[in-house]
């Protein structure tokens, strides 16, 4: 035997094999692997499987179809997206005309605290109270840019829901906030009494308009009473309010 090389089995003898293998022999006398049968099945059922799937899948190409896309869907623009009506809030003291002031205010004077802010007090103290009227007008703008119509929501669901809850302290608890139609995009009325003012006892009826992005608050007071029984105040407070969101809507 030459030198290096290893002794072979002894004829007739079957060669070692890895534990766990066994030889085979088919008829042309070759060996090989002897796979179990488990293995056998389990290959063959996945390849099944996998037959079936891309089948499924390519079929609708067989057939000359196409899938069904997933349509995706567009977004539609908010309408708080919208701008806000007004870029600039206009003088407070030029949106009530001197006869409406004449008729809601008898001998009044006109003072202008801003731009945004009039008031018309009563001139004349030697009046008897329940003669005495006094109106205070606020403008409450936000900018022009959709969140400025969103904030002047805001500010106006919080006046309302702030009389709501000063209301629940007061004894009687005076009426909720009502809402008006017909005054701008969203409004409402509410009357407070007034047990302490410079009329030692007055009642106010307080209307907020909101139009885009403009809030109008009015407070239309009288004095000598905390009741308006007679319906005037409610009435005097919508008809200021209806020309001044009359006189917005011709300018914006």
């Known amino acids: 035997m030459p030198p290096g090389e290893s002794k072979g089995p002894p004829p007739g003898q079957p060669v070692a094999r890895p534990h766990g293998t066994q030889p085979t022999i088919d008829g042309s ?22 037959a079936a799937a891309i089948g499924g899948l390519g079929a609708p190409y067989l057939r000359g179809e196409r899938p069904m896309a997933v349509a995706t869907p567009t977004p539609t623009p908010a309408a708080s997206d919208a701008k806000g ?13 001197d006869a409406l002031v004449a008729e809601l205010l008898p001998a009044s004077l006109t003072s202008q605290v801003s731009e945004l802010e009039c008031e018309w007090r009563t ?85 907020l308009c909101r139009i885009s992005n403009l809030v109008v608050e009015i407070e239309y007071e009288r004095g000598g009473t905390t009741e308006d029984k007679d319906g005037r105040l409610a009435a005097g407070a919508e008809k200021a309010a209806r020309a001044i969101v009359a006189e917005l809507n011709a300018r914006g």
């Open 29 to 50: 006398g070759r060996t090989g692997v002897l796979v179990p049968r488990p293995i056998v099945v389990l290959t063959v059922l996945l390849l099944v499987a996998m």
């Open 123 to 207: 001139a004349d103290y030697r009046k008897p109270s329940n003669s005495k009227y006094d109106m205070v007008l606020r403008l409450v703008k936000y900018e022009q840019e959709a969140t400025g119509i969103v904030k002047a929501k805001e500010y106006f669901a919080g006046k309302r829901d702030d009389f709501v809850r000063d209301g629940r302290l007061e004894t009687p608890a005076p009426a909720p906030p009502a809402a008006l139609s017909g005054l701008g995009d969203e409004s409402f009325g509410y009357t407070k009494p007034m047990k302490i003012s410079i009329f030692s006892e007055s009642v106010k009826r307080i209307v």
């Open 85 to 97: 009506r007004f870029a600039e809030a206009p003088r407070a003291c030029g949106l009530l005309g």
